[in-house]
């Protein structure tokens, strides 16, 4: 029995070895061919792809993976009559199944760390190739929004670290005017601040009906705008922070009452569920893909069960996405959003398997 095991254990592992690595060159051709111009050096550019493949793309190819492996390796055993034999032999189908799913188990734990492990990698290199402030903070015309502040400017000068003719206006967190700054120059700071010279400065008080503004002339003031907490909030990178970070850096924010904070902390509940449960949609594309191939007709075409496959994994989609749009709704929690689909494809997995597992009829 054991020997059986471990030859449908290495072919479920093979196929999936091998459908991984060629979705994941596939993919890395891709990678490397849109960030050639990017990514400065070619060694930089493995290395960028080579981290970016198992942390952005591994949750979908792995899942993916999987389940053609299952597909391809019961549905070649019941093609040519080996499962037959396996049924007609008294063995039963448990014996064979159950370390295929072992297997699955233990690839979504392989998944989920590797993902896992190079998220602070992705993170540090994001941080490494974040432009300097000056590159960011200095388009010219219209309002730009910079957490809780929106500014305009007149006029750039990189070169002098100078910016000519700034507005500024600072709003409360639930986006009403407080502070607002005109200046003629700006420098900006190695910290990533701006040091205004000659501000006129106005305070309005909105939380207070009816009190006139306070309106004063400084000869610089030196304005944080790195250390807004609402715009460290809005810009967090969800993929780039490690998962007990995410975690922290949502509870921190809860209360908060910055515009905007109780659609982002949803959204961001809703990333964490999902990074919990893509490694585990592993096991759930294998289970679903055994009674799909254990329906194969002995010395048929795998055609018809390529088809149902298709269908399957079609609607399986089709529900997390109807899921996730619900939860944008408020109709679903971020919980029910991502575990009431895989949950419910599982069960219906379980129950079609018990049928697929009758003796299959002989072809004529």
């Given at each position: 029995?054991?020997?059986?095991s471990?030859?449908f254990?290495?072919?479920?592992?093979?196929?999936?070895?091998?459908?991984?690595?060629?979705?994941?060159?596939?993919?890395?051709?891709?990678e490397?061919?849109?960030?050639?111009e990017?990514v400065?050096?070619?060694?930089?550019?493995?290395?960028?792809?080579?981290?970016?493949?198992?942390?952005?793309?591994?949750?979908?190819?792995?899942?993916?993976?999987?389940?053609?492996?299952?597909?391809?390796?019961?549905?070649?055993?019941?093609?040519?009559?080996?499962?037959?034999?396996?049924?007609?032999?008294?063995i039963?189908?448990?014996?064979?199944?159950?370390?295929?799913?072992?297997?699955?188990?233990?690839?979504?734990?392989?998944?989920?760390?590797?993902?896992?492990?190079?998220?602070?990698?992705?993170?540090?290199?994001?941080?490494?190739?974040?432009?300097p402030?000056?590159?960011?903070?200095?388009?010219?015309?219209?309002?730009?929004?910079?957490?809780?502040?929106?500014?305009?400017?007149?006029?750039?000068?990189?070169?002098?670290?100078?910016?000519?003719?700034?507005?500024?206006?600072?709003?409360?967190?639930?986006?009403?005017?407080?502070?607002?700054?005109v200046?003629?120059?700006?420098?900006?700071?190695?910290?990533?601040?701006?040091?205004?010279?000659?501000?006129?400065?106005?305070?309005?008080?909105?939380?207070?009906?009816?009190?006139?503004?306070?309106?004063?002339?400084?000869?610089?003031?030196?304005?944080?705008?790195?250390?807004?907490?609402?715009?460290?909030f809005?810009?967090?990178?969800?993929?780039?922070?490690?998962?007990?970070d995410?975690?922290?850096?949502?509870s921190?924010?809860?209360?908060s009452?910055?515009?905007?904070?109780?659609?982002?902390?949803?959204?961001?509940?809703?990333?964490?569920?999902?990074?919990?449960?893509?490694?585990?949609?592993?096991?759930?594309?294998?289970?679903?893909?055994?009674?799909?191939?254990?329906?194969?007709?002995?010395?048929?075409?795998?055609?018809?069960?390529a088809?149902?496959?298709?269908?399957?994994?079609?609607?399986?989609?089709?529900?997390?996405?109807?899921?996730?749009?619900?939860?944008?709704?408020?109709?679903?929690?971020?919980?029910?959003?991502?575990?009431?689909?895989?949950?419910?494809?599982?069960?219906?997995?379980?129950?079609?398997l018990?049928?697929?597992?009758?003796?299959?009829?002989?072809?004529?």
């Amino acid at each position: 029995m054991r020997t059986l095991s471990r030859y449908f254990v290495k072919r479920y592992l093979s196929f999936f070895v091998a459908i991984l690595f060629f979705c994941s060159l596939a993919l890395a051709i891709i990678e490397m061919a849109l960030g050639f111009e990017s990514v400065q050096g070619f060694q930089e550019l493995i290395r960028w792809t080579l981290i970016r493949l198992p942390s952005y793309y591994l949750g979908d190819l792995a899942p993916l993976s999987a389940y053609l492996a299952t597909l391809f390796s019961l549905g070649l055993a019941a093609r040519w009559l080996e499962w037959g034999a396996i049924q007609a032999a008294g063995i039963a189908p448990w014996r064979v199944l159950a370390p295929i799913i072992v297997s699955a188990l233990c690839l979504a734990v392989v998944t989920a760390t590797i993902r896992e492990s190079l998220v602070p990698l992705v993170f540090d290199s994001q941080q490494a190739t974040r432009r300097p402030i000056s590159e960011q903070l200095a388009p010219i015309g219209g309002l730009h929004q910079h957490g809780r502040m929106v500014f305009e400017v007149g006029k750039a000068q990189p070169e002098m670290g100078q910016l000519v003719n700034i507005r500024a206006y600072t709003r409360t967190p639930k986006g009403r005017l407080e502070v607002a700054y005109v200046a003629p120059l700006a420098e900006l700071q190695p910290d990533g601040s701006w040091r205004l010279v000659d501000v006129v400065i106005s305070q309005y008080f909105p939380n207070e009906k009816g009190r006139v503004p306070i309106i004063r002339r400084e000869p610089e003031l030196f304005l944080a705008l790195t250390n807004d907490p609402g715009l460290v909030f809005e810009e967090i990178d969800e993929e780039a922070l490690p998962l007990p970070d995410l975690v922290e850096h949502i509870s921190n924010h809860r209360d908060s009452e910055y515009s905007g904070t109780r659609h982002r902390i949803r959204a961001l509940e809703q990333v964490v569920h999902e990074r919990l449960a893509d490694p585990w949609l592993v096991l759930v594309m294998t289970l679903l893909a055994m009674p799909i191939a254990l329906r194969v007709q002995p010395g048929r075409s795998l055609a018809p069960a390529a088809i149902t496959a298709i269908a399957v994994i079609a609607a399986f989609f089709f529900a997390q996405s109807l899921a996730e749009l619900l939860a944008t709704r408020n109709l679903l929690t971020p919980t029910q959003a991502v575990w009431t689909v895989p949950l419910l494809f599982m069960a219906a997995a379980a129950i079609s398997l018990r049928g697929a597992q009758r003796p299959p009829r002989a072809s004529r």
